[in-house]
T-cell receptor, first 113, second 113 residues
Framework: EAQVTQNPRYLITVTGKKLTVTCSQNMNHEYMSWYRQDPGLGLRQIYYSMNVEVTDKGDVPEGYKVSRKEKRNFPLILESPSPNQTSLYFC????????????FGNGTRLTVT | AQSVSQHNHHVILSEAASLELGCNYSYGGTVNLFWYVQYPGQHLQLLLKYFSGDPLVKGIKGFEAEFIKSKFSFNLRKPSVQWSDTAEYFCAVITNRDDKIIFGKGTRLHILP
């Protein structure tokens, strides 16, 4: 089944404790992206990647890192999480940026205390 | 900068009522347009898309949207809503300027049984 898989679904952590949210897609998509969703603010793009070893900042990259060592994986790294990073995170992928709909993962709800 | 406006943040309707959710974008060139739906606790799913051709597009679950270029609009419609349509709806636009997808802030639809 074609899908984007995020893990974990729920995560509660404390300020400053490094964490990684994984994202994997099995559709051979070139384009992958991370969004955060907050009430009243909609979806905001954190980082995106056009292909392996190519990553770019989105609208709200501060406090986040990503890597794209393999085509299928696009982990989101929070080196030192802070409470303002409490949010719902979505990973998404598509075959071509700008021309195809995005396929979204199931989301990761992160709480930083 | 390009932007997407969804006029209604929260809409409450009774079952069988007709629905129209507004979406306007700010870009004068070629666009691809999307509506995504997010059911409670789930990820975003594609509802329908417009790339070219007939400006009236039909999506899943009886939804349709009309692209009116002169009004920079892509409103979502459904003639008779059901309780199961309770969800958040996001309009999204990709322009031919930079191929970047831009999301509206979403409209939360609540259908009363």
């Amino acid at each position: 089944e074609a899908q984007v898989t995020q893990n974990p679904r729920y995560l509660i952590t404390v300020t400053g404790k490094k964490l990684t949210v994984t994202c994997s897609q099995n559709m051979n998509h070139e384009y992958m992206s991370w969004y955060r969703q907050d009430p009243g603010l909609g979806l905001r793009q954190i980082y995106y990647s056009m292909n392996v070893e190519v990553t770019d900042k989105g609208d709200v990259p501060e406090g986040y890192k990503v890597s794209r060592k393999e085509k299928r994986n696009f982990p989101l790294i929070l080196e030192s999480p802070s409470p303002n990073q409490t949010s719902l995170y979505f990973c998404a992928s598509s075959p071509l940026q700008g021309r195809s709909p995005l396929h979204f993962g199931n989301g990761t709800r992160l709480t930083v205390t | 900068a390009q932007s997407v406006s969804q006029h209604n943040h929260h809409v409450i309707l009774s079952e069988a009522a007709s629905l129209e959710l507004g979406c306007n974008y700010s870009y004068g060139g070629t666009v691809n347009l999307f509506w995504y739906v997010q059911y409670p606790g789930q990820h975003l799913q594609l509802l329908l898309k417009y790339f070219s051709g007939d400006p009236l597009v039909k999506g899943i679950k009886g939804f349709e949207a009309e692209f009116i270029k002169s009004k920079f609009s892509f409103n979502l419609r459904k003639p008779s809503v059901q309780w199961s349509d309770t969800a958040e709806y996001f309009c999204a636009v990709i322009t031919n300027r930079d191929d970047k997808i831009i999301f509206g802030k979403g409209t939360r639809l609540h259908i009363l049984p």
